[in-house]
């Protein structure tokens, strides 16, 4: 397995249980489980969510004394009703409307079981008097 390019990691006191709502939601595998740090990935992309025990000795204190997520971790989906169905009939309280965006964005926001902050997205396209007003003409 090649490593990440990019990742991010949350820091929680159950971290199966949080890794499995990634799971089931939003398409992703377990690439490395040590019980007290959980890779998820999806297929062979480039980056990697990191699940980490709150406490744990790799974890700076400072870090491990916040229990507020002010992070916002957008994740790019084939169908955002279906996400936010699914997650509604889980028992998951979305924290907006499902809502499309000018600039071409089909969104919501919701949290994880730990309170992060999770924008799921579907691209689609943006409207195209926006897109006249917003994007330069290419020669």
């Not at 025990?53 to 002010?70: M, N």
């Not at 809502?99 to 969104?107: A, D, K, L, W």
Request: aromatic fraction near 10%.
């Amino acid at each position: 397995m090649q490593p990440a390019a990019f990742g991010a990691t949350v820091v929680t006191d159950r971290p199966a249980e949080v890794a499995a709502f990634y799971q089931q939601h939003l398409d992703v595998q377990i690439a490395i489980d040590l019980g007290w740090f959980i890779t998820l990935r999806r297929g062979e992309a480039d980056w990697e969510l990191a699940i980490c025990q709150r406490g744990h000795a790799t974890v700076p204190a400072a870090v491990s004394a916040l229990t507020e997520s002010t992070n916002v971790f957008g994740f790019i989906v084939e169908d955002t009703d279906k996400v936010a169905q699914s997650l509604t009939e889980a028992g998951v309280r979305l924290e907006t409307e499902v809502v499309t965006e000018v600039f071409g964005q089909r969104h919501f926001f919701v949290r994880d079981p730990e309170g992060t902050w999770l924008d799921v997205i579907q691209l689609v396209a943006p409207d195209p008097e926006w897109l006249a007003a917003n994007m330069p003409v290419e020669a």
